[in-house]
């Protein structure tokens, strides 16, 4: 089935742009969210996508170098069809707290909402009596598994993960994991959904926490986390000595701040508590990282309102 009708559980940096990403690309998107403070902190990120897609559409037009492959093809590249997408995305993309509303039509459900194993359970639960039959469902959990979540979805053969990168528009990647009772077709549907909004489709045949962006960027940003919780440097100084030393264009702090330090707060938690979801190897190698004074640094900074570049501080500041 070709899918029409996508609905975005949650928006933060990655549900914000996924939204806009497939509004962009011509699929009806709406954006369910929980309560009106939600659409409060979710619009400011619509229009700040509005005129990054825009500006970088700009930038395209006199350079190559700054291409982004999520907007357009090198080959036939219109700028002028293009700015009228963005248009169309920015004016089409549907803001529901009804969730009953919200899914009603609905081909594809994208669950983005945090890195909260009690918090995605009980979305779970809420939106399953709620699903038209034809309605597939996946995650853009960054670490949890789907078979944690399949058994509250109502349709475990529909269910799957899909997983993006940060700055969709341009790392345009789109990682499709099944977990044991997916059935396959959903998985072809799924990856093809995933060309159709522009990115690359990336099959990961076997559930792995962390995907395969993850599993390589998580340990490198935990690294970089413990050397400030152990008091060996500063945030800044650890991003130049990664950024200068590898050519890189972030350190882990950059990151940190560009995904979300809720998120970050989320990822840390669970490597903390959860241990048994990682591998025994894993495990064993982040033994020796501070876990509980990571987590007491990014909390400080959450409660703070310091959440990364949405709020316009995190570890740097950006105004």
């Known amino acids: ?3 029409s009708n996508v609905v975005v559980a949650g928006g933060g940096v990655l549900g914000s742009q996924i939204a806009f990403q497939a509004a962009y690309c011509g699929f009806n998107v709406t954006i369910w969210l929980r309560s009106e403070g939600s659409i409060g902190r979710t619009q400011p990120k619509i229009d700040n996508l509005k005129k990054t897609y825009t500006e970088a559409i ?7 170098n700054a291409w982004c492959a999520g907007l357009a093809d090198e080959d036939s590249f219109d700028k002028v069809e293009c700015l009228k997408k963005v248009e169309a995305a920015y004016e089409g993309i549907k803001l529901e707290l009804d969730m ?7 081909d594809l459900v994208i669950e983005s909402m945090a890195e909260n194993e009690k918090d995605k359970i009980a ?3 809420k939106l399953a009596p709620l699903l038209p ?5 996946v995650t853009n959990s960054s670490t949890l598994l789907p078979s944690m979540f399949v058994k509250y979805t109502g349709r475990p053969d529909k269910y799957l993960s899909l997983h993006f990168a940060n700055s969709i528009w341009k790392n345009n990647t789109a990682e499709v994991m ?3 009772q997916t059935d396959m077709r959903y998985f072809d ?7 159709d909004i522009r990115m690359i489709g990336l099959p990961v045949r076997k559930e792995k926490s962390g995907y395969l962006l993850n599993s390589m960027l998580v340990p490198f940003l935990l690294s970089g986390l413990d050397l400030y919780a152990s008091g060996i440097s500063d945030p800044e100084s650890i991003d130049i000595a990664w950024t200068r030393g590898t050519g890189a264009p972030k350190g882990p ?3 940190f701040d560009t995904v979300g330090l809720n998120t970050a707060y989320n990822i840390v938690h669970q490597y903390h508590s959860v241990p048994g979801i990682f591998s025994p190897l894993l495990k064993k190698m982040m033994m020796p990282y501070n876990f509980k004074k990571m987590e007491e640094i990014l909390k400080k900074y959450i409660d703070e309102g310091k959440l990364g570049m949405s709020t316009g501080e995190g570890f740097y500041k950006y105004k």
């Open 178 to 180: 099944t977990q044991p």
């Open 123 to 125: 979305f779970y639960e």
């Open 100 to 106: 009953a509303k919200a899914v009603k039509d609905a």
């Open 58 to 64: 700009e930038k395209m037009a006199d350079d190559k």
């Open 253 to 255: 702090f950059q990151i």
């Open 133 to 137: 039959e034809k309605t597939v469902v």
């Open 189 to 195: 549907e799924v990856m093809q959904f995933a060309n």
């Open 1 to 3: 089935m070709k899918y």
